[in-house]
């Protein structure tokens, strides 16, 4: 079956402008973004605060191509992908993929600009983002989902008792310095974590902003507490968000989604299924799926039931403790804690045990409410 690689063999030689953009063209450029961009292309920090509103002024016309840009063709030919810039990629199959684009006509000529990476372990944030201009006048903002860094994820986690994460934050900041400096019509997009912190930013823009956005996407992203979702703020963009899983979603699943999601094929299983490159594609559009699958309802069913079993505080020491036993092995990224696996598990069994009575309960009732809430969702699966 065809993935987003074969899309690039089929469509490549076609513009925006020619063939309009579409939803596989959202999910590669939310996959491009996790490639390394730093030195590369433009910054935004590069604009300082003070002149802001001149700069405002200067770039707010329908034609953004004066903007400090670099093509993504040139982009991809300056990391020397293959050789000194291996370092820049995620995954092999991101290195593929960015030689295929660059070379395209659909994509090569695409410019990106503003791009901000940030990472900081005491603040637990992990964000990156940059714009696309495409040539149909429009621009597409790309969120970085999680990376492979253990401080990546603890902030995804930290989504379950926190109103919002410094990422999020992060990703308002962004969309209201780039909509300033480019009045074009906007897409927002992300996969994962990306996903999310664009819905955040959609929803909490001026309404001015909102009136340019055309689609928010948020691919297999986690959703947001139930008490955001019920906000006018929320409901002012809903309509806009295109919510787009694979059949046995679940880091998508997480959380609260209000607005419907697009079920798509993947010819992966379980988890792998997150990988964007499992995504079934067929011309223009994913293949879509009718439902979730059994396995993914059941995951669902039993991680929101254990989420709201717990109050906001046990959230919270449970996630934290998680992590403070995972940093006895001081590895920084699941890579490398993979890379002594035997290891890295005696260094966490040595930590558990050594934890003091209040710690071992928080980690007992919190595993035990997860045994008691997949019963449950079993049970209910039954009926």
Request: negative net charge.
């Amino acid at each position: 079956m065809a993935n987003i690689e074969d899309y690039i063999l089929w469509r490549g030689d076609l513009t925006v402008a020619q063939a309009p953009f579409n939803n596989v063209d959202n999910l590669i450029l939310s996959n491009l973004v996790y490639l390394i961009f730093k030195d590369i292309v433009p910054e935004l920090t590069n604009i300082k605060p003070t002149i802001l509103n001149k700069v405002k002024d200067l770039f707010k016309k329908d034609n953004p191509s004066e903007n400090q840009y670099i093509t993504i063709h040139d982009a991809i030919a300056d990391m020397n992908i293959h050789t000194v810039g291996k370092h820049r990629v995620r995954v092999d199959k991101d290195a593929e993929m960015a030689v295929k684009l660059a070379n395209s006509k659909r994509f090569g000529n695409m410019k990106l600009m503003y791009y901000v990476d940030k990472y900081d372990e005491d603040i637990e944030t992990q964000f990156a983002a940059f714009t696309v201009i495409m040539e149909d006048n429009t621009a597409y903002i790309a969120y970085r989902g999680t990376d492979t860094s253990l401080v990546g994820w603890k902030e995804d986690f930290n989504m379950s008792f926190m109103d919002k994460v410094p990422a999020q934050e992060e990703a308002l900041k962004y969309l209201q310095t780039v909509s300033s400096l480019i009045n074009i019509p906007l897409r927002i997009g992300g996969h994962s974590k990306g996903g999310n912190l664009a819905v955040y930013s959609a929803l909490h823009i001026d309404k001015s902003v909102q009136d340019r956005i055309i689609k928010v996407y948020n691919n297999d992203g986690p959703g947001f507490k139930s008490s955001i979702l019920e906000t006018a703020d929320y409901k002012a963009v809903q309509d806009k968000i295109d919510t787009i899983v694979p059949q046995t979603s679940i880091i998508g699943m997480l959380l609260e989604h209000e607005e419907e999601y697009i079920v798509i094929k993947s010819n992966e299983t379980l988890i792998m299924q997150h990988d964007p490159y499992s995504w079934q594609v067929m011309g223009p559009d994913f293949i879509k799926k009718e439902g979730t699958t059994s396995s993914s309802q059941l995951i669902d069913t039993t991680l929101r039931q254990w989420i709201n079993d717990m109050s906001i505080e046990q959230r919270e020491q449970f996630i934290d403790l998680i992590w403070d036993v995972m940093g006895a092995t001081k590895a920084k990224s699941f890579p490398e804690m993979a890379e002594s696996l035997f290891a890295n598990a005696v260094k966490i069994g040595k930590k558990i045990n050594q934890l003091d009575d209040k710690s071992k309960d928080i980690l007992s009732t919190a595993l035990s409410m997860l045994v008691k809430s997949a019963k449950n969702a079993l049970m209910k699966g039954f009926k």
